[in-house]
């Protein structure tokens, strides 16, 4: 199975900006549609926004339109969350996903993810 490292969290200040970066390993990256997720203390995981495995489809929770980011490098098999404008509310433990994919499946963005990372911090102080 793939594995997924997370890195990059940090304390910031409102309105400053971070990136995020997961590395992946084990299984072929380009198999893979990746994904951010968050939770924050007391509440549910929820979805901030996944990418196919192409790079081509994006989708992306309202919580983060218009200020982050997502991207992929599938040569150094590296997923990024580029964040700007951070908000007191975005702070959460920032967690990488992946969900494996069919061959033809293209710009598709799956709803649901498998394999999950350990985890980054971002707290944003206001």
């Known amino acids: 199975q793939v594995q997924l490292v997370e890195s990059g969290g940090g304390l910031v200040q409102a309105g400053g900006s971070l990136r995020l970066s997961c590395t992946a390993s084990g299984r072929t990256f380009t198999n893979y549609a990746m994904g951010w997720f968050r939770q924050a203390p007391g509440k549910e995981r929820e979805f901030v926004v996944g990418?196919?495995?192409?790079?081509?489809?994006?989708n992306y929770a309202d919580s983060g339109k218009g200020r982050f980011t997502i991207s992929r490098d599938n040569v150094k098999n590296t997923v990024y969350l580029q964040m700007n404008s951070l908000k007191s509310e975005d702070t959460a433990v920032y967690y990488c996903a992946a969900a494996q994919t069919s061959w033809n499946s293209g710009d598709y963005v799956p709803p649901s993810y498998h394999y999950w990372g350990q985890g980054t911090q971002v707290t944003v102080s206001s």
């Open positions: 990418i196919s495995r192409s790079g081509g489809g994006t």
